[in-house]
């Protein structure tokens, strides 16, 4: 492809949280391989043993469903591992990319979904995915609730991109600037400049 082609930049605009469960662990490492190959970018991700109390914390909407004590005793069972992950549409890519809940009627109607192949009951079904995006929100705080937000970052043409419209015009002046007052120390110079005249640093209203 020509470089100088305008090609739409990739930008990852939605992330959704993935758990492997306890009956498919073993198999983190295959499906985590899945996962990269299927153009996600994983964001954040750890191994955690959950104790009942964390499972009935988690899946607190299915209270009072009769399945809702086995759950958490599997849930708590052995680890499981989470990823935060990252794509256009994430939500939707990694629900339709692990099938039906039930593993059983996966693999008639969906084959190729990972249930359908790591799963083997409605209780068993390997995987879990946020079912929206104020779902994954909340269950991507309660997987990493120490962690900030990491944006994913962006690939070449999203990356030229940002460059061009949010950084080089002002680094560009800084440097410019740094010529003309020739300071002691450019290096702690040009880093103060940088800050003091950063575009988008945020605004600030202080009560009155």
Known sequence: M???QTVPARVYVERTLALIKPDAIDKADEIEDIILCSGFTVLQKRKIHLTPEQCSDFYAEQYGKLFFPRLTVFMSSAPVTAYVLARDQAIAYWK????????????????????AKYGTSDLRNAL???DSFLAAEKEIKFMFPNSAVIEPIPTR??????????VNSTLLNGLTELCKRKPADP???LADWLIENNPNKPKVIHAT
């Open 157 to 166: 043409y999203a990356a030229k991109d940002y460059l061009n419209r949010f």
């Open 128 to 130: 879990h995915g946020s």
């Open 2 to 4: 020509d470089d100088n």
């Open 187 to 189: 290096f702690t110079w």
């Open 96 to 115: 339709s990319l692990i099938g039906p809940s039930n593993p059983i009627k996966a693999k008639e109607t969906h084959p190729n979904c990972l249930r």
